[in-house]
């Protein structure tokens, strides 16, 4: 008994044994672990979100990259060559009038507006005390104002008589340095005097070609000696009288040679007597000694754009200020007719003109120009 249990506990333990290497066995069989661990291996689909690496295409909206072209649009880079019209930039002396502006004349102020507007005001004068003279021409009218365009007095009588006025719109004023005030009427074919209260002195011409007479007289100046020369577009000569209108002499013709006009407009003299004409049509200054000798010429306007001269006027030093009244400038010349400077712009604001006409010099250093068109007197300081 003891022995067949003895036996009986060895099969036992060696089937035990048996059965512990067979399940050892089982456990390190590789076939058998890859069944449980496919699941495990099957979430690699979730590693071949390599789609999003076949996303990859919309990597290859490279094409946006190839859209380097626009990149290649460079070429609008190399538009540069618009950086080469730098020339326009160097059409930069068209802003010179500005930085001249500042240099040449500073805006004062203006006279413009009121109960009783400017209409085409044209010819200017000061007298000896700083009283300004305005030859308000589309009102048929003189007006008087004081050095800040305060009005002080009008010659306002329309008509044929003396002291009365027929203006066509146009025509030029002038004061001795007695303060006589001598105004073109030239709807009346005259010229009127008057002393700075505006009561009449004298007047003289009439219609036709002759001495002493008109067919549209414009400008007027008085040269120190106090005689009065006019000019006149329609009978293109200058015309020289004395004080109180007796005829002294006459120059010009018509045509387009030198001393020869078409249009002549403003007049100025210099205290040398040398006389300075405004040839609007001709678009130049012409210069003359005092007997009425052709001397020079030249022309109105900028280096780029001709110009159109209408009034003139001469300071202490002999230079030369033209109303350019096609570019809405005024320009500076020396007494030779080379440039100095120029200011102002086509427009209605301070400082802008649209027809400036005549132009005149305080001993203060200030100058006044009339805007035809503008309705306007504007006062500037002069550096």
């Given amino acids: 008994m003891i022995r067949s249990r003895t036996i009986t506990q060895m099969l036992f333990v060696l089937l035990a044994v048996a059965f512990l290497v067979g399940c050892g066995s089982a456990a390190s069989d590789p076939a058998a672990a890859t069944p449980e661990l496919e699941p495990a291996s099957s979430p690699e689909p979730t590693a071949t979100p390599e789609p999003t690496t076949t996303t990859e295409p919309t990597v290859t909206p490279e094409p946006t990259a190839t859209m380097q072209p626009t990149a290649t649009l460079e070429p609008t880079a190399t538009l540069e060559p618009a950086a080469t019209l730098e020339p326009a930039a160097t059409l930069e002396p068209a802003e010179e009038p500005e930085t001249m502006e500042t240099e040449v004349a500073t805006f004062a102020w203006k006279i413009d ?20 003279y305005v030859n308000d021409a589309g009102n048929h009218r003189v007006l008087k104002f004081d050095d800040q365009g305060q009005l002080l007095a009008a010659w306002d009588s329309r008509g044929s008589g003396e002291g009365e006025f027929n203006s066509l719109g146009f025509g030029g004023l002038a004061v001795d340095g007695q303060g006589n005030v001598f105004v073109v009427d030239n709807g009346n074919f005259r010229i009127q ?9 004298t007047q003289w011409g009439s219609e036709g070609t002759g001495d002493g007479q008109f067919m549209r007289a414009i400008g007027i100046a008085v040269d120190e000696q106090g005689n009065v020369y006019i000019t006149d577009d329609s009978n293109p000569v200058i015309q020289k009288f004395d004080n109180n209108g007796l005829f002294i002499s006459k120059f010009g013709s018509q045509g387009r040679g030198d001393g020869q006009f078409s249009h002549p407009t403003g007049i100025a003299v210099d205290a040398d007597g040398h006389i300075y004409i405004a040839d609007y049509s001709n678009k130049r200054v012409q210069k003359f000694n005092s007997a009425g000798e052709f001397l020079l010429s030249w022309e109105a306007g900028t280096e780029r754009t001709q110009g159109t001269p209408e009034g003139l006027a001469v300071d202490e030093s002999g230079r030369v200020y033209v109303t350019d009244y096609s570019l809405g400038l005024i320009e500076l010349f020396d007494d030779n007719g080379q440039p100095l400077a120029s200011w102002g712009a086509r427009g209605d604001g301070d400082g802008e003109f649209r027809a400036p006409v005549a132009i005149v010099l305080d001993q203060a250093g200030n100058a006044y120009i009339s805007d035809q068109t503008n309705n306007s007197i504007q006062k500037f300081a002069l550096r």
């Fill in 113 to 132: 507006s009121g109960s009783d507007p400017l209409k085409a005001p044209y010819g200017l004068g000061l007298d000896p005390a700083g009283h300004l």
């Fill in 193 to 201: 005097k008057f002393d700075g209260e505006g009561n009449f002195l």
